[in-house]
C-alpha cells in the first residue's frame, strides 16, 4: 500500500479508483488486526526466548518448515519452478516465518543491550543471528526469482498472503499469544486479516500491465531485385518469389545490350 502511495505522489502513477479501494481496505484492516491484537509478553533476557523456541511444539515446526523449503528447494523448484508460482512463494513464505521469528528474538536482544543488559553474551543470539541471515538470504534470492520470472502484480499478493499467514503460525506456536484469547478477539483477527488481503489483491489488480517487449520491431531487409527485358520482340523477367518484401526494379532498355 505504502509503495502504491509513493508512486501515485513521488512517480507520477495513477492510482485508479480501485486502486484507492485497495488502499482503503488495508488500512481498515490493519486497525481491526491492531486492535484486537494479543499483548506481548514481557521477556528480560534471550534465555527466555530460546526456552520458547526449543519447546515441542515449535520444533516441530521449525523441523516441518525445514523439510517444506528443501522438498520445494530440490525437487519442485528445477521441475515446476518456471511455471508454477507457489513454488518461489512456497519457499520464501516457510522461509521467512523462521526469519521474522529470529529477527524478533534479535530485536529483543539489541533493545536489553541498550538497557544496560548485555545479550551479547549469551551463545543463543548468535544461534538466532546466524539462523536469521541464512534465512534472509535464502528468502531474498527466491524472492528475486520469482519476481523475475512472473509478474509483480501476482507476486506481492500471493506472497503477502503465503508470507502472513506462516508468520502467524509461527507466532503463536511459538509465543502462545492466542492462549488467553477470547473466540470473538481471535475471530475478529482473522477478518482483519482477509480485509488486509482482499485489500492487497484488488490494489495489484489495478495495476497498469507491463508493456511487451518488442524483439522483432526491426527486422532485417533483403532486397530483392527483378530484370524486365524486352529484345527481339521478346519478354523475359527473373524475379525471386521469397514472400512479400520491398523490390527494386530494374528496367533495361534493348539499347543496353549494344
Not at 528447494?73 to 521474522?100: A, D, E, K, M
Not at 523475475?148 to 506472497?159: C, E, G, L, Q
Not at 532485417?220 to 518484401?245: M, N
Request: glycine share 6%; hydrophobic share 45%.
Amino acid at each position: 500500500m505504502g509503495s502504491a502511495v509513493l508512486a501515485h505522489f513521488l512517480l507520477g502513477e495513477k492510482l485508479q479508483k480501485m486502486g484507492v479501494l485497495g488502499c482503503l481496505l488495508c488500512i481498515v484492516g490493519s486497525t481491526v488486526i491492531v486492535l484486537h491484537a494479543p499483548e506481548e509478553r514481557s521477556i528480560n533476557s534471550v534465555k527466555e526466548i530460546w526456552e520458547l523456541a526449543i519447546q515441542p511444539a515449535f520444533l516441530s515446526y521449525t523441523a516441518a518448515a525445514a523439510a517444506i523449503a528443501l522438498v520445494l528447494i530440490w525437487y519442485f523448484s528445477p521441475r515446476y519452478g518456471q511455471t508454477n508460482i507457489l513454488v518461489y512463494i512456497g519457499i520464501c513464505s516457510v522461509i521467512g516465518s523462521l526469519t521474522v521469528m529470529s529477527i524478533k528474538a534479535i530485536g529483543i536482544a539489541i533493545k536489553l543491550t541498550l538497557e544496560g543488559t548485555n545479550q551479547a553474551k549469551y551463545f543463543q543470539t548468535w544461534i538466532f543471528a546466524m539462523v536469521a541471515i541464512t534465512c534472509i538470504i535464502t528468502q531474498l534470492n527466491y524472492l528475486n526469482m520469482a519476481l523475475d520470472t512472473f509478474n509483480t502484480a501476482i507476486v506481492s499478493p500471493i506472497y503477502y498472503a503465503g508470507f502472513t499467514s506462516f508468520t502467524i503460525l509461527a507466532s503463536a506456536i511459538m509465543f502462545k499469544d492466542y492462549s488467553g484469547q477470547s473466540a470473538s478477539s481471535i475471530a475478529s483477527e482473522l477478518c482483519g486479516f482477509v480485509t488486509v488481503l482482499s485489500g492487497t489483491f484488488v490494489l495489484h489488480s489495478t495495476r497498469e500491465p507491463d508493456p511487451p517487449i518488442l524483439t522483432d520491431l526491426y527486422t532485417p531487409l533483403s532486397p530483392k531485385v527483378s530484370w524486365y527485358i524486352q529484345s527481339s520482340g521478346e519478354h523475359w523477367k527473373q524475379k525471386d518469389e521469397d514472400g512479400p518484401s520491398p523490390n527494386f526494379i530494374t528496367i533495361l532498355q534493348q539499347d543496353h545490350f549494344k
